[in-house]
């Protein structure tokens, strides 16, 4: 029983069709069908992978005997043509109706399934291009609903000329129009620079992982010293095996943050980034729920820093947290006063931060220094952390919950610790360890000051 | 959240105090009748092992017995600390929800921003005549549980909170 119609979950099982929803008739529906290069598209590695094995087998099967070549290429092989069969029929029984405000999904081969989504619960458009698409000139589009459950509709793989086109359609239709919309045009806001990115996600290398890449050296010497010649080898490995892993970890960074350009549209913001495998994210404006910057302790000698977004949706696809990154590195002014810009024209410097009491050296010797929060009339602010920095930034109209939690020592100190609840991601927002008497004054005042936001929106 | 998490303590706490002139509704007692039996089922175990201590050592088997008797009486009182200390308040546009009584906690979910009023309730539960009522916002962290109602309560409530939630809806 979702209170009121404005549940953002925009998709209704096939059954639940109201006659409200339908959009009027006359409108032209536009049917799009997946791309036929999709099921190669879709095998992507474990494809290309099966196939090499098949062709070496092939190749130099010659000394090992004739059947047992046979075997292994029908092996492979089949279970490379199955896997094209999957794609193949996933092709043949879906299609995508874009029709007035809406956008439904059918598919399944023995069991039917239709999915209607609204697309004003739109909460951002993503053209994905992974490499295994882009090499067939394919690319998806990722729609990202605030829904409790499948929040995400996935086109996969559509012609990269159409995909786009369907972006700026989606996205038109979502703010209201449904005339074919060409793409917006686009301000670009900010581009980080090639050099800075490789030193950034090199110097985030730098951290207390390394000392696990001293363990094999040490290992392997120890061993050798001693005679034991299978300590030593198990300590080769291991530093070879960890360095494999950190290395890709940084290759893996670079190669989805390079050329990362954020641009402003009337869509919403609009975020490209990636070297084999591109991304192109579209955020329409109001559907960034909270801000964090983060400053890794590497990162503060040179002054940069990181900027992450919730938006509802994305929280639960995104395992990597690849599509929270907003910046991925820039200097910290330049990130405070974006996000200020962002968030309404706000200088986060002038909003006025408050510190836990003494006492609460008690709790938390050292760091107790370094909870700052605070809100001024739009936003709420929290800059916390001795050695990494952050500062997290929530408009007032998007808070959701709000929280007041105290444990045995907090209370025994009279302190308590304020929370306030955003949609899933990576900015979690605490004003920690204030006197209690205090903190709830503040709990108080950020209800009335979400309450009057969200009224304000309403009525504007 | 509704499990057994902070029940140790005592309920007091200035910070945590409804808005002058408003009480809280409490829940059911029946919460705590429910969490004793729990509790008695879970010591029946050691209550077998002294009766087996008995025959072989009957100075372990006091010991034992006296140190389970400690634990079920400061479970026993706890878990009325924690019946105590379960609270929940409509206001005009939003509910508050307090619970726990040395990890103390106070919600606030404003009708706005509900998505979804769930009641449900476990087997055990259900034994017991109890249900729980749960409040969905878009954010994963809110943890806004009322549980140890008694069904009709229960209902009412949900009924009441989604009339509410419609009346305030506010979208993200």
């Given at each position: 029983?979702?209170?009121?119609?404005?549940?953002?979950?925009?998709?209704?099982?096939?059954?639940d069709?109201?006659?409200?929803?339908?959009?009027?008739?006359?409108?032209?529906?536009?049917?799009?069908?997946?791309?036929?290069?999709?099921?190669?598209?879709?095998?992507?590695?474990?494809?290309?992978?099966?196939?090499?094995?098949?062709?070496?087998?092939?190749?130099?099967?010659?000394?090992?005997?004739?059947t047992?070549?046979?075997?292994?290429?029908a092996i492979?092989?089949?279970?490379?043509v199955l896997?094209?069969?999957?794609?193949?029929?996933?092709?043949?029984?879906?299609?995508?109706?874009?029709?007035?405000?809406?956008?439904?999904?059918d598919?399944?081969?023995?069991?039917?399934?239709?999915?209607?989504?609204r697309?004003?619960?739109?909460?951002?458009?993503d053209v994905l291009?992974?490499?295994?698409?882009?090499?067939f000139?394919l690319?998806?589009?990722?729609?990202?609903?605030?829904?409790?459950?499948?929040?995400?509709?996935?086109?996969?793989?559509?012609?990269?000329?159409?995909a786009?086109?369907?972006?700026?359609?989606?996205?038109?239709?979502?703010?209201?129009?449904?005339?074919?919309?060409?793409?917006?045009?686009?301000?670009?806001?900010?581009r980080?620079?090639?050099?800075?990115?490789?030193?950034?996600?090199?110097?985030?290398?730098?951290?207390?992982?390394?000392?696990?890449l001293?363990?094999?050296?040490?290992?392997?010497?120890?061993?050798?010293?001693?005679?034991?010649?299978?300590?030593?080898?198990?300590?080769?490995?291991?530093?070879?095996?960890?360095?494999?892993?950190l290395l890709?970890?940084?290759?893996?960074?670079?190669?989805?943050?390079?050329?990362f350009?954020?641009g402003?549209?009337?869509?919403?913001?609009?975020?490209?980034?990636?070297?084999?495998?591109?991304?192109?994210?579209?955020?329409?404006?109001?559907?960034?729920?909270?801000?964090?910057?983060?400053?890794?302790?590497?990162?503060?000698?040179?002054?940069?820093?990181?900027?992450?977004?919730?938006?509802?949706?994305?929280?639960?696809?995104?395992?990597?947290?690849?599509?929270?990154?907003?910046?991925?590195v820039?200097?910290k002014?330049?990130a405070?006063?974006?996000?200020?810009?962002?968030?309404?024209?706000?200088?986060?410097a002038?909003?006025?931060l408050?510190?836990?009491?003494?006492?609460?050296?008690?709790?938390?010797?050292?760091?107790?220094?370094?909870?700052?929060?605070?809100?001024?009339?739009?936003?709420?602010?929290?800059?916390?952390?001795?050695?990494?920095?952050?500062?997290?930034?929530?408009?007032?109209e998007?808070?959701?919950?709000?929280?007041?939690t105290?444990?045995?020592?907090?209370?025994?100190?009279?302190?308590?610790?304020v929370?306030?609840?955003?949609?899933?991601?990576?900015?979690?927002?605490?004003?920690?360890?204030?006197d209690?008497?205090?903190?709830?004054?503040?709990?108080?005042?950020q209800?009335?000051?979400?309450?009057?936001a969200?009224?304000?929106?309403?009525?504007? | 959240?509704?499990?057994?998490g902070?029940?140790?303590?005592?309920?007091?706490?200035?910070?945590?105090?409804?808005?002058?002139?408003?009480?809280?509704?409490?829940?059911?007692?029946?919460?705590?009748?429910m969490?004793?039996?729990?509790?008695?089922?879970?010591?029946?175990?050691?209550?077998g092992?002294?009766?087996?201590?008995?025959?072989a050592?009957?100075?372990?088997?006091?010991?034992?017995?006296?140190?389970?008797?400690?634990?079920?009486?400061?479970?026993?009182?706890?878990?009325?600390?924690?019946?105590?200390?379960?609270?929940?308040?409509?206001?005009?546009?939003?509910?508050?929800?307090?619970?726990?009584?040395?990890?103390?906690?106070?919600?606030?979910?404003?009708y706005?921003?509900?998505?979804?009023v769930?009641?449900?309730?476990?087997?055990?539960?259900?034994?017991?005549?109890?249900v729980?009522?749960?409040?969905?916002?878009?954010?994963?962290?809110?943890?806004?549980?009322?549980c140890?109602?008694?069904p009709d309560?229960?209902?009412?409530?949900?009924?009441?909170?989604?009339?509410?939630?419609?009346?305030?809806?506010?979208?993200?």
């Open positions: 029983m979702p209170p009121g119609s404005d549940s953002p979950a925009g998709d209704r099982p096939a059954g069709r109201l006659a409200a929803d339908r959009p009027e008739p006359g409108q032209p529906e536009e049917v799009f069908r997946l791309h036929p290069l999709t099921p190669i598209a879709l095998g992507g590695k474990i494809l290309g992978v099966l196939v090499l094995v098949t062709l070496l087998g092939l190749v130099d099967g010659t000394g090992s005997g004739k047992a070549v046979i075997w292994r290429t492979f092989g089949g279970v490379a896997l094209v069969l999957r794609g193949v029929i996933v092709v043949f029984v879906t299609s995508y109706h874009l029709l007035g405000g809406e956008l439904r999904i598919s399944g081969l023995l069991q039917k399934q239709s999915k209607r989504v697309l004003n619960r739109v909460q951002s458009v291009e992974p490499l295994s698409a882009r090499i000139g690319a998806e589009v990722k729609v990202t609903t605030a829904g409790s459950q499948r929040a995400s509709i996935r086109l996969r793989f559509l012609a990269a000329p159409v786009h086109q369907l972006r700026a359609d989606l996205l038109a239709r979502s703010s209201g129009t449904t005339d074919q919309a060409p793409e917006a045009p686009e301000r670009p806001l900010l980080v620079p090639h050099q800075q990115l490789v030193r950034a996600q090199l110097l985030q290398l730098v951290s207390w992982r390394l000392l696990l001293a363990i094999g050296p040490v290992l392997a010497v120890v061993g050798n010293n001693n005679g034991h010649n299978g300590t030593a080898i198990v300590g080769v490995s291991l530093f070879i095996s960890l360095g494999l892993a890709l970890t940084l290759w893996r960074q670079i190669n989805t943050f390079w050329d350009t954020v402003d549209t009337v869509d919403g913001l609009r975020i490209r980034h990636g070297l084999l495998s591109t991304s192109r994210q579209t955020v329409p404006p109001g559907r960034i729920q909270a801000v964090l910057i983060h400053q890794p302790l590497s990162w503060r000698p040179f002054g940069w820093a990181q900027v992450r977004m919730n938006v509802a949706g994305y929280g639960r696809s995104d395992s990597s947290g690849h599509q929270t990154v907003l910046i991925p820039a200097d002014d330049y405070e006063a974006f996000v200020g810009w962002l968030l309404g024209g706000v200088d986060l002038h909003v006025p408050t510190r836990p009491p003494r006492r609460a050296a008690l709790r938390v010797p050292g760091w107790w220094r370094y909870e700052l929060a605070g809100a001024n009339d739009r936003l709420f602010v929290a800059r916390h952390g001795m050695l990494s920095r952050t500062i997290d930034v929530v408009p007032h998007r808070t959701q919950s709000l929280r007041l105290a444990g045995p020592w907090q209370r025994a100190l009279g302190l308590a610790t929370r306030l609840d955003s949609t899933r991601g990576p900015v979690k927002t605490r004003a920690a360890h204030r209690a008497t205090e903190a709830r004054e503040m709990l108080d005042r209800i009335d000051r979400a309450r009057a969200r009224q304000a929106r309403q009525v504007g | 959240m509704c499990g057994l902070g029940r140790f303590g005592h309920v007091s706490g200035d910070a945590f105090a409804t808005p002058t002139g408003t009480t809280w509704s409490r829940v059911s007692p029946r919460l705590a009748t969490r004793r039996w729990l509790l008695v089922v879970a010591l029946l175990p050691l209550a092992l002294v009766v087996g201590l008995a025959f050592s009957g100075i372990a088997a006091v010991v034992v017995a006296a140190a389970g008797v400690v634990v079920l009486a400061w479970a026993w009182t706890a878990v009325g600390r924690n019946l105590r200390s379960w609270g929940y308040l409509e206001r005009d546009d939003d509910l508050l929800v307090t619970h726990g009584a040395a990890f103390k906690k106070l919600t606030v979910v404003p706005g921003r509900m998505q979804l769930d009641v449900k309730a476990g087997p055990i539960e259900r034994g017991f005549g109890l729980r009522v749960k409040l969905h916002t878009a954010a994963a962290t809110t943890d806004a549980e009322v140890g109602l008694t309560v229960a209902e009412a409530l949900r009924d009441r909170l989604t009339a509410l939630g419609e009346a305030h809806a506010a979208g993200l």
